[in-house]
T-cell receptor, first 116, second 110 residues
Framework: NAGVMQNPRHLVRRRGQEARLRCSPM?????VYWYRQLPEEGLKFMVY????????ESGMPKERFSAEFPKEGPSILRIQQVVRGDSAAYFC??????????????FGPGTRLTVL | DAKTTQPPSMDCAEGRAANLPCNHSTISGNEYVYWYRQIHSQGPQYIIH???NNETNEMASLIITEDRKSSTLILPHATLRDTAVYYC???????????FGTGTRLKVLA
């Protein structure tokens, strides 16, 4: 009964490169959320996706960042032309239904992105 | 969603009860109090949630005051593995934007 899987766990990129972060939700879960955590801060919501649909991307920067959750395969958070300020831990969560009461979000172990 | 306020840090002796307070004075009638913790930069882990009544599960107990303006998470016999940042969040049904503040950094001392 695997939990939320994220890979890679650690990713190092140079400025200007692209970063791709993957998230496989828990079995039976069709709702995926991405959060970003800067050092010494709490998690900040970025985007909420269901299969093939972006439901809410209000927390995601409008440029360079994109997310998808295809019909088959993991959810992908893509950061183009990374800058040092993108260095953070990125967490994915999933839920069986829309988040909240009795549909708790279960979090993955995170991907730590370091931009050199 | 109601804003929550927690002390930045607490210490607790191993084997003793850890009592973590949370203020949520603007909580509305349909908002639940959820607790998560984050151990050493891992992903947040769900602990417990409640509305009005006190709740208990295998991990912890949650005591909510009668006026619902504050609550306390109780870890009955803290171990070194309970050292973590604990987050208190107020959520209504259907809320998916979890708002994590800076939480309480609990250090369990040997």
């Amino acid at each position: 009964n695997a939990g939320v899987m994220q890979n890679p766990r650690h990713l190092v990129r140079r400025r200007g490169q692209e970063a791709r972060l993957r998230c496989s939700p828990m079995k039976g879960h069709s709702h995926v959320y991405w959060y970003r955590q800067l050092p010494e801060e709490g998690l900040k919501f970025m985007v909420y996706l269901q299969k093939e649909n972006i439901i809410d991307e209000s927390g995601m920067p409008k440029e360079r960042f994109s997310a998808e959750f295809p019909k088959e395969g993991p959810s992908i958070l893509r950061i183009q032309q990374v800058v040092r300020g993108d260095s953070a831990a990125y967490f994915c969560a999933s839920s069986a239904d829309r988040g909240g009461l009795y549909n708790e979000q279960f979090f993955g172990p995170g991907t730590r992105l370091t931009v050199l | 969603d109601a804003k929550t306020t927690q002390p930045p840090s607490m210490d607790c002796a191993e084997g003793r009860a850890a009592n973590l307070p949370c203020n949520h004075s603007t909580i509305s009638g349909n908002e639940y109090v959820y607790w998560y913790r984050q151990i050493h930069s891992q992903g947040p882990q769900y602990i417990i949630h409640g509305l009005k009544n006190n709740e208990t599960n295998e991990m912890a107990s949650l005591i909510i005051t009668e006026d619902r303006k504050s609550s306390t998470l109780i870890l009955p016999h803290a171990t070194l593995r309970d050292t973590a940042v604990y987050y208190c969040i107020a959520l209504t049904s259907g809320t998916y934007k979890y708002i994590f503040g800076t939480g309480t950094r609990l250090k369990v001392l040997a």
